[in-house]
C-alpha cells in the first residue's frame, strides 16, 4: 500500500526566502506525483504534475523535481511571497490502484 | 461549468441522521473521485466512477457511506445513520479521461464540511 510522507508538518519564512518543501513515497510504481496547494476552507488547486517518465517541471516560481528510484520528490518556492502561504500537499498517483495517495501536508507562512 | 462545485458547503448533523452530499463535475469530465479529509490530514481516497459506473469504492469506510452517479454526470455521496467519527471535509474531484492517465490533472471541489453532534 502506497505512504506519502511530507516534511516539515509546518514552515514559517520572511519574505523573499527560497524554500524547499519534500515529499516521500513508499511504492514506486507511480504514473505520477501531483503537487496541490490548500487555501483554508478550500479545496486544492493543483501546482504542478510530474509524469513519471520526468525529472521536473516548472511553473513560475515553482519547480518540483521527482526521483522515482529514491521515493522522492521536491517543491522548490522561489523568492517566497505572503500569498504563497498555504498547505502544500504532495500525491502520488498509483498504477495499480489509480488512486492518489495523500501526505499530510505542509502548513506554509510567508512573513511579510 | 467552471468548475467543480459542491453542495452544501456546510453540514451539521446529529448522530444517526442520514446525509446527502452532492458533486457536480466539471461538464463532460469522465472521471469523478470522493475523497474524506480529516482536521490536519490530506485527503483520503473513497471511491471512483468512470461515467455511470462506479469501478472502485474500496475506500469507503463502512457500508453506511453509498456514492452514486446514474446519469454520469452528478454524484451523490450518502451517510446513513452518521456517526462522530464522519465529521470531516469532503471532497469531490473530476478529470477529463477515464481511469485517470499519466497526464490527468484531478480537479477538486470546494468540499462540504460535515459536523456530527
Known amino acids: 500500500k502506497q505512504e506519502v510522507t511530507q516534511i516539515p508538518a509546518a514552515l514559517s519564512v520572511p519574505e523573499g526566502e527560497n524554500l524547499v518543501l519534500n515529499c516521500s513515497f513508499t511504492?514506486?510504481?507511480?504514473?505520477?506525483l501531483q503537487w496541490f496547494r490548500q487555501d483554508p476552507g478550500k479545496g486544492l488547486t493543483s501546482l504542478l504534475l510530474i509524469q513519471s517518465s520526468q525529472r521536473e517541471q516548472t511553473s513560475g516560481r515553482l519547480n518540483a523535481s521527482l526521483d522515482k528510484s529514491s521515493g522522492r520528490s521536491t517543491l522548490y518556492i522561489a523568492a517566497s511571497q505572503p500569498g504563497d502561504s498555504a498547505t502544500y500537499l504532495c500525491?502520488?498517483?498509483?498504477?495499480?490502484?489509480?488512486?492518489?495517495?495523500f501526505g499530510s501536508g505542509t502548513q506554509l507562512t510567508v512573513l511579510p | 461549468g467552471a468548475g467543480v462545485s459542491q453542495s452544501p458547503r456546510y453540514k451539521v448533523a446529529k448522530r444517526g441522521q442520514d446525509v446527502a452530499l452532492r458533486c457536480d463535475p466539471i461538464s463532460g469530465h469522465v472521471s469523478l473521485f470522493w475523497y474524506q479529509q480529516a482536521l490536519g490530514q490530506g485527503p483520503e481516497f473513497l471511491t471512483y466512477?468512470?461515467?455511470?459506473?462506479?469501478?472502485?469504492k474500496s475506500g469507503l469506510p463502512s457500508d453506511r457511506f453509498f456514492a452514486e452517479r446514474p446519469e454520469g454526470s452528478v454524484s451523490t455521496l450518502k451517510i446513513q445513520r452518521t456517526q462522530q467519527e464522519d465529521s470531516a471535509v469532503y471532497l469531490c474531484a473530476s478529470t477529463r479521461l477515464a481511469g485517470g492517465t499519466s497526464t490527468d490533472t484531478q480537479y477538486f471541489g470546494p468540499g462540504t464540511r460535515l459536523t456530527v453532534l
Open positions: 500525491a502520488a498517483f498509483s498504477g495499480s490502484a489509480r488512486q492518489l495517495t
Open positions: 466512477f468512470q461515467n455511470e459506473a462506479q469501478l472502485d
Open positions: 511504492d514506486s510504481a507511480i504514473y505520477n
